[in-house]
């Protein structure tokens, strides 16, 4: 008796040709009609199509702080829904395998309750968990599991971590997504990857393969990828609408593959549909590379160039031929830009809302002229350690981007309370004033900028030779102001 037990328990939860043939096998038992009905039940159920692909497995490495005994920390939770987590699990088993464990006898209208409601229901309430409650949900039930790989849950992939192996996460996800609508996901539109720099180029393979409708991917400080795959991820994600390559110092340029040109019709040329890009720290990006991207990204409207030091007034000149949209730029730290290139990005005119060039240090009065003349409606600007920037140039800016609400000009020796003087004046509306390190800067200028920039919500003068007083003063009359100062007399 104990070895037919033993028999009969170690082959449930496989399937029903084998429990069939055990029963058969044993003298004592014969089937009956009513077992081989729920034979033929379970045997279709087992026909689901979870169990059409190959298991998922775990993406973390089981050592990883967090994970123990296979599961996942509740301590990591987010809010945003549709992301993913470092595990994939396999769907839980159809019945408990251990002869010792038995099912807790429970009121029928307790396991009824929830059961009941459809699975659009289901799918509607999976929608608001965050992410690791999801894959929790997945080992529940046979139900559930399917439910909570429902695509309309999956729209982002979210993975971080130094260690986590993303090439074959990434893989394993794709798959798993690509179950009703093979090799492709339909669903998926956001691929956040920022940090994890064992990614290489197969990760951005299977992204650019499954991913056709991708919208937004997110690759900062993933250094192991090149151009070529950042060019097939552009090539065939024709919807890809937001691009972050920050840190990624291998990435020269953006382009199509040639496969991808050649395939173009004329009317469309090669027009990639980017609008958001982001080369921070690309920093062997040249004037040749912006050159193609400029030639290729025509859409542009956001584009961030911070310390790619190796571009000068050329490349600026070579963007404002082909982006005549952009209006947040960034060249900060890019030493070799002058009033020259600034005289490229005033071409912008009103289009231009955000301007960064801080610490490029070739830039003068009369770079700022240029941007103040032609780019009205200049909402933001920094350009601090812009050492060459004095009184005139702030004067000037003050005058013709009278909707100006964030300036920065720390580090500017050259200014002192008669820029300020005409800034306030003038820019009521401005909101951020950051006056750091700023050595002509007094208490007087202070007041009179808190006395007509009413709306005054920060306000930087770390290291400035400043009172008490004018402190107190700029308090009482812009109460939202949050002041960082140096002063150890004013709390």
């Known amino acids: 008796m104990g070895a037919n037990n033993g028999k009969q328990y170690g082959s449930e939860g496989k399937g029903s040709s084998s429990i069939s043939s055990d029963v058969s096998s044993s003298t004592d038992h014969t089937p009956t009609q009513a ?17 059409s692909t190959p298991s998922p497995a775990l993406i973390c490495p089981p050592n990883l702080p967090g994970f123990q005994n296979g599961r996942g920390s509740s301590t990591s939770s987010s809010s945003v ?12 088993p159809t019945r408990l395998t251990h002869p010792l464990i038995r099912l807790a006898s429970r009121p029928q209208k307790e396991q009824a309750s929830i059961e009941r409601l459809p699975d659009q229901c289901m799918v509607q309430i999976f929608s608001f968990l965050p992410t690791n409650q999801l894959c929790r949900c997945a080992r529940v039930c046979r ?37 009703d609508t093979p090799n492709v996901c339909l669903m998926l539109e956001t691929v956040t990857v920022s940090g994890c720099r064992r990614l290489t180029d197969r990760g951005l393979y299977t992204i650019a393969q499954c991913c056709p409708e991708l919208r937004r991917l997110e690759v900062s400080g ?68 912006l050159h193609t991207i400029a030639a290729h990204c025509t859409q542009l409207t956001h584009l961030y160039l911070r310390r790619c030091v190796r571009l000068t007034d050329e490349g600026l000149r070579y963007l404002m031929i082909y982006c005549t949209s952009i209006k947040e730029l960034s060249v ?97 509306n401005l ?16 007041q009179i900028v808190a006395a007509n920039c009413f709306d005054l919500q920060m306000l930087n003068v770390q290291d400035c030779e400043v009172s008490v007083e004018a402190l107190r003063f700029v308090k009482r009359h812009c109460k939202r102001c949050v002041i960082e100062h140096t002063n150890p007399a004013f709390f």
Request: aromatic share 6%; glycine share 6%.
């Open 81 to 92: 829904t549709g992301e993913t987590v470092a595990m994939v699990h396999s769907p839980p």
């Open 222 to 289: 993933c250094y192991n990828i090149s151009n070529e795959a950042v060019f097939d991820v552009v090539s065939l994600c024709p919807n890809l609408e937001h691009l972050d390559v920050s840190g990624c110092s291998k990435v020269t340029c953006i382009s199509l593959t040639r496969e991808a040109s050649i395939k173009l019709s004329p009317l469309h040329g090669k027009q990639i549909s980017i609008r958001y890009l982001d080369m921070t720290d690309c920093f062997v990006l040249e004037d040749e590379g």
């Open 431 to 446: 909101k951020r004033l950051s006056l750091k390190s700023c050595e002509s800067i007094t208490g007087q200028g202070l």
């Open 35 to 51: 077992q081989k009905n729920v034979a033929t039940s379970e045997d279709s159920d087992l026909s689901m199509r979870t169990l």
């Open 143 to 179: 139900r559930w599991y399917n439910l909570a790989w429902d695509p309309r849950l999956w729209r982002t992939i979210r993975l971080t971590g130094e260690t986590i192996h993303v090439d074959r996460a990434l893989k394993v996800l794709t798959r798993r997504l690509c179950q």
């Open 332 to 428: 900060s730290d890019c030493r070799f830009v002058s009033d020259f290139g600034l005289r490229e990005i005033a071409k912008l005119e009103a289009r231009l809302r955000y301007l960064s060039i801080a610490h490029c240090g070739r830039v003068t009065d009369v770079g700022i002229r240029y941007v103040a003349k032609y780019c009205s409606k200049l909402r933001y600007l920094n350009a601090r350690g812009c050492e060459g920037i004095t009184d005139h140039g702030v004067e000037y800016l003050a005058k013709n981007c009278t909707k100006l609400k964030s300036l920065d000009i720390g580090k500017c020796p050259l200014v002192s309370d008669t820029g300020l003087e005409c800034l306030a004046l003038n820019c009521f």
